[in-house]
């Protein structure tokens, strides 16, 4: 089981395995370009290969980036929609460039008009990015929390596309927060098991790559997304005892998405060595 967090690559890629390595990460998630634009920039070969060393040498993997927050497959604004294809698609392409395994990203949101409205656009805007994009890299569903008519908070939304595209680049990323708000009980061992055998029977956990460990500010079943430090949420630390423990979760790399601690005056800057510490102490324990 592989420890890891979302980090920030500002100053240039290869920070991104400077600033794993300082919080003893073994793995990481990157943003592709900021998340709240639709602007970025051309990665280089030279940068891409300094990138794909400074991981090796780190002994830090897998990779992964995660999709901007604008892409939203599910609006109803055709200008919209084509950017967010076109930034999957250049993500898509950075991630083969960078050595990452995949673009993990969040479908969006129908704004009321319904999952099956939205179904036939979503299934050919994925079908098109896994078109346009090398063989060598994933593209991954992220489930939602349900907050804002947003898509694949339902198991069976993520498995009805994945059916209709029938790619098998295309993969699954669990998200713990996610799932709990939208009213799967991950942090108990009967709810865990019920919730793994629904994730087996509509999308198949050979198709589940990575994992975000988040605790969670909100209730069970309360559909808000609300990022929580490991321990300090509802889903709290024998919650995580018991989600590490689950066999389906043994070779997979959990990514950190949480808010932090704050250090003396200075106000929390996401995942940090606390929540990778005590995520790596939970999974010791759990063997």
């Not at 300094?50 to 609006?75: C, E, K, M, S």
């Not at 498995?159 to 029938?166: H, Q, R, T, Y």
Request: net charge negative; charged share 20%.
């Amino acid at each position: 089981m592989r420890i890891g967090a979302h980090v920030s690559t500002s100053g240039g890629l290869p920070t991104g395995i400077e600033r794993a390595q300082n919080m003893g990460a073994d793995a990481i998630q990157i943003f592709g370009a900021p998340p709240q634009s639709w602007r970025r920039r051309v990665c280089t070969p030279e940068e891409g290969q300094a990138f794909r060393a400074a991981a090796q040498a780190a002994d830090v993997w897998p990779v992964f980036i995660h999709g901007v927050y604008l892409v939203n497959l599910g609006t109803s604004n055709p200008e919209n929609l084509a950017k967010s294809v076109e930034a999957l698609i250049a993500d898509m392409r950075l991630s083969s460039l960078i050595g990452c395994k995949g673009v993990i990203f969040h479908i969006g949101s129908h704004r009321g008009a319904g999952f099956a409205a939205t179904f036939g656009q979503i299934v050919a805007s994925i079908a098109r990015v896994l078109d346009e994009t090398p063989d060598d890299t994933w593209l991954i569903l992220e489930n939602s929390a349900g907050m804002g008519d947003s898509i694949g908070s339902k198991f069976s939304e993520l498995a009805a596309i994945m059916k209709e595209v029938g790619s098998p680049r295309l993969k699954v990323c669990l998200d713990t927060q996610h799932a709990f708000a939208s009213g799967y009980q991950v942090a108990t061992p009967d709810g865990l098991a019920a919730t793994m055998d629904e994730l087996e029977r509509e999308v198949g956990l050979a198709n589940l790559v990575a994992v975000h460990a988040n605790d969670s500010k909100c209730p069970l079943g309360g559909g808000v997304d609300r990022h929580e430090n490991i321990g300090e949420g509802h889903i709290g630390r024998e919650g995580f005892r018991v989600i590490m423990g689950h066999p389906a979760f043994r070779d997979l790399p959990f990514l950190l998405e949480v808010p932090g601690f704050p250090v003396g005056d200075k106000k929390p800057e996401g995942p940090d060595k606390e929540n990778v510490d005590r995520l790596k102490a939970i999974a010791a324990e759990v063997g």
